[in-house]
DNA sequence: CTCCAGTACTTTATCTGTTACAGTACTGAA
DNA sequence: TTCAGTACTGTAACAGATAAAGTACTGGAG
């Protein structure tokens, strides 16, 4: 008889991708404007090249990132002054922004610790 | 002058703590019910111990939890013949649930990788 | 020349998990 | 008798994620 795997019997992923990935995002986006400063379409890029097509963080989830990392002084925006094609908006990582970054990869690891704790995994690093 | 430190300045971790766990309390629950039968209130002082007061999952948030995996067929459950004392309901993690779980715990360390490479995170085991 | 895919950004409505808060009910210790 | 702890339930509200749709430009395929 035809052989069935877990997954398909019982997606998990499905809706998961969505909320495992969630809380971090603004920490992600953060990560990615410590490097330099890049506009909203290139740090979607940059982040869905890492996700590698699966988990992949929605436009719409981003650039709601964007505004709400700006309201809080983490960020700071500007226009480009492309003379053609679309207009992009550059965003900046500011001082407070690194700082509550620090923060957010502390936590980040503290958080790692404990659910894998939780869940018994071992060390996964060859 | 006074020192500051950047988490007095710029607080992480406040409004963060329940979102990090966020979307992983169903996967928790699972975890602590493939050790064994337990009932509502001892999972959660389980959990709570493990993740040792910081970062705790509320006791509301663990009954939502029970009743969407009660709901979707992941655990089972009955109400335990105490003759004194509150009333406990157990839950019992059944086959489903089990498959779901190990596929939790293999996103959730593809979570884990995705997230650790684009916060450029180190492995932190000693 | 037209159509489409890709770039680039925006807005709105909706869904879901989390939580504050409140309530019920029992027990044992101070 | 009061309080802390055990044990479960329900409701309202919040915030982040996302589907869906829209605007506007560019370059290549047919």
């Known amino acids: ?3 069935k795997s877990d997954s398909d019997t019982f997606p998990a992923s499905d809706a998961f991708a969505a909320d ?3 809380g971090h995002t603004d920490t ?3 990560a990615v404007l410590s490097q330099g400063e890049s506009y909203g379409f290139e740090i979607f890029k940059t ?6 097509g699966d988990h992949e963080i929605k436009e719409a989830t981003l650039y709601a ?7 809080d002084g983490l960020v700071e925006s500007y226009w480009g002054d492309e003379t053609q094609g679309g207009r992009r908006k ?3 990582i ?3 922004g690194r700082a509550v970054f620090r923060g957010n990869v502390a936590a980040w690891i503290t958080t790692r610790r404990i659910i894998d ?3 018994d995994v071992k060390d996964t690093t060859p």
């Open 1 to 3: 008889m035809p052989e």
């Open 20 to 22: 495992l990935l969630r």
């Open 28 to 30: 992600i986006v953060m």
């Open 47 to 52: 982040i869905r090249m890492a996700t590698g």
């Open 65 to 71: 990132a964007y505004r709400r990392l700006e309201r």
């Open 90 to 92: 550059y965003y900046r």
């Open 94 to 96: 500011t001082d407070a």
């Open 117 to 119: 704790a939780l869940l």
